[in-house]
């Protein structure tokens, strides 16, 4: 309707370019200009860290589904 942009080929997981403007514009009322690279910094080392810690340990991941599928089903069994 509003949108001259097919979500297909919307931005960040259906976000367009005016919606980032404008949460864009919300951060910097809210946070200020100073504190943006502080919070840029924080942000990017936070995803460094995360992505680094999946990377040391991936089978963790796989783990923790099997365990969930595994509890999923003992509790079926119970009922």
């Known amino acids: 309707?509003?949108?001259s942009i097919p979500?297909?080929?919307a931005g960040i997981?259906?976000?367009g370019?005016?919606?980032l403007i404008i949460v864009l514009?919300?951060?910097l009322i809210v946070f200020g200009a100073g504190?943006?690279?502080t919070i840029g910094n924080s942000v990017?080392?936070?995803l460094k860290n995360f992505k680094k810690a999946v990377k040391e340990n991936p089978e963790a991941s796989s783990e923790t589904s099997k365990n969930k599928s595994d509890n999923n089903s003992a509790n079926?069994?119970?009922d």
Do not use: D, N, R, Y
Request: aromatic residues 8%; without cysteine; negative net charge.
């Open 35 to 37: 504190k943006l690279p």
């Open 44 to 46: 990017g080392e936070a």
């Open 76 to 78: 079926k069994e119970h």
């Open 13 to 15: 997981g259906g976000l």
């Open 7 to 9: 979500m297909t080929q």
């Open 25 to 27: 514009v919300i951060v």
């Open 17 to 19: 370019p005016w919606e």
């Open 1 to 3: 309707m509003f949108s």
